[in-house]
């Protein structure tokens, strides 16, 4: 694990994140320009062209976050926080399956609810390895916080 330390770790986190990015994006495209155009939204919904800028920052500070704590983790300790950060991208990219995919709304929020937790676990398990990594999620879970208000609005809206 040592390489991982290095840049390549955070060659590698960028790109672990931006393909989780990517998979998220390909049920998000299949359904932004029709479904979601045609869903009731709360007037508080940022403007569509908001939400890559917010996700690509968002994504970034995450890879930056987990190479930290690589370059600071020792070897016995590296699986843990490895392993939970793993967890909140996974489900990341199921919400994006539940809500943009299957177009379920409902399944979405009780999911996101799990992300917004699985989040702040990640930055729980960061925090003794790399202060700096636990605060990079900080926006990512405020923003996690701020979807979940508005998957609950939409599902409540068009249920």
């Not at 672990?16 to 998000?28: E, K, L």
């Not at 996700?55 to 600071?72: D, I």
């Not at 699986?79 to 177009?103: C, D, E, K």
Request: glycine content about 6%.
């Amino acid at each position: 694990m040592a390489i991982l330390r290095g840049w390549p770790g955070l060659v590698v986190a960028l790109a672990v994140c931006f393909a989780a990015a990517g998979i998220g994006g390909w049920f998000t495209a299949r359904s932004v320009g029709e479904w979601y155009a045609d869903l009731s939204k709360p007037a508080w919904t940022p403007p569509d062209s908001i939400f890559g800028p917010v996700w690509s920052l968002l994504y970034a500070l995450m890879a930056v976050a987990l190479w930290l704590v690589w370059r600071k983790v020792d070897e016995a300790d590296f699986a843990l926080p490895t392993v939970v950060f793993g967890v909140q991208l996974v489900l990341n990219v199921v919400w994006s399956m539940l809500f943009f995919g299957i177009r379920r709304p409902d399944l979405a929020f009780a999911e996101v609810i799990l992300l917004w937790l699985a989040i702040l676990a990640t930055a729980v398990t960061f925090w003794p390895h790399s202060r700096l990594a636990a605060a990079l999620l900080t926006p990512y879970l405020a923003w996690v916080g701020f979807a979940s208000a508005l998957n609950l609005a939409i599902w409540r809206m068009n249920g």
